[in-house]
């Protein structure tokens, strides 16, 4: 009982660095939840990280720049069916170029490999993204 009141009170502490565990599915709808949940509150719609006079800060707002990405083919984020060419996975993994932004999600723990792994399938199948 007084693990449960603990575990309680550190997570209403700490949630601002708390990651979800649970996975979302390897298809758009479960891409775009993972980034909505994981991503979406510091890069939420309509929102600038950046500052507004740097042009890449309309790019960040997850997980419609993804969408956006793949439904226009622009290969920013996401090259379908290649993991490497896909900055959007060399970020959350870690095995970054050196002129791409830090690892995401910023200052958090990591994705699990779980969510990775969705991640890649999703990537690897063709990166649909319900364009139409
Ligand atoms: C705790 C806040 C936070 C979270 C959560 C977060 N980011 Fe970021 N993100 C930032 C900040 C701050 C920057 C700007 C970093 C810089 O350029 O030094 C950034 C930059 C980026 C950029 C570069 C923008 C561009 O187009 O140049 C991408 C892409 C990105 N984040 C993706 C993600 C993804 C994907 C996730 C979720 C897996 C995520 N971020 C979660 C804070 C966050």
């Known amino acids: 009982m007084r693990f449960c009141i603990g575990l309680v009170v550190l997570m209403g502490c700490d949630d601002s660095l708390f990651v979800p565990q649970q996975t979302f599915g390897s298809d ?73 932004p830090p690892q995401m999600p910023s200052g958090r723990s990591k994705l699990t490999d779980a969510q990775v792994a969705d991640l890649e399938e999703w990537i690897l199948s063709g990166a649909d993204a319900d364009c139409d």
């Open 28 to 100: 758009w709808a479960g891409t775009r939840e993972m980034l909505s949940v994981q991503c979406a509150d510091c890069h939420p719609s309509g929102s600038q990280v950046l500052p507004e006079d740097d042009l890449r800060a309309d790019r960040v707002s997850m997980p419609d720049v993804v969408h956006t990405d793949v439904c226009e083919d622009l290969g920013k984020y996401v090259v379908p069916g290649d993991l490497g060419e896909s900055q959007l996975w060399r970020i959350v993994t870690g095995i970054r170029r050196e002129s791409d």
